[in-house]
């Protein structure tokens, strides 16, 4: 079936912006349980990988219901697209401190490898308070 073509790039894709060691199972519980293994030393990116399980299933679930229902497809980038824009979604709800973030130079590199920009709190005493924060973003949306 093409979508488990599909689930074996989007897998291979995440493995390796994630510097992750591992191997596609044809069990989805080993695949996950193996990806899981290994925390990083960031809370940021032990969030992003504790979410891109899950996302990567639901997106690929839409997918073959695309196929299946409406005889539509998307391709593999645009599949990563909104994978990417999920995630980045996802992890934006949170405001993350300076210390959340990629510890080590592996971290950094697979952070920047992302590219996602999320919002930090502010680190002097003259910042807005986060009430400010949170009224400025409702003002711009």
Same mark, same amino acid.
């Given at each position: 079936m093409q979508t488990c073509q599909i689930r074996r790039k989007l897998w291979e894709k995440v493995i390796f912006r994630c510097q992750k060691e591992g191997r596609i199972h044809g069990d989805i519980k080993a695949t996950v349980r193996n990806w899981i293994q290994k925390p990083y030393h960031s809370k940021l990116l032990n969030a992003l990988s504790q979410l891109i399980p899950g996302l990567l299933m639901w997106n690929i679930w839409k997918e073959r219901n695309r196929r299946v229902f !409406? $005889? /539509?497809?998307?391709?593999? @980038? /645009?599949?990563?697209?909104?994978?990417? /824009?999920?995630?980045? @979604?996802?992890?934006?709800?949170?405001?993350?401190?300076? @210390? $959340?973030?990629?510890?080590?130079? /592996? @971290? !950094?590199?697979?952070? $920047?490898?992302?590219n996602l920009h999320l919002n930090q709190e502010p680190t002097s005493k003259d910042s807005p308070s986060p009430r400010n924060h949170i009224n400025k973003m409702v003002s711009t949306a």
């Open positions: !409406k $005889d /539509q497809s998307m391709s593999i @980038e /645009q599949l990563w697209t909104m994978l990417c /824009q999920n995630i980045k @979604e996802s992890l934006s709800i949170k405001t993350w401190s300076p @210390e $959340d973030f990629p510890s080590t130079s /592996q @971290e !950094k590199f697979i952070w $920047d490898n992302w």
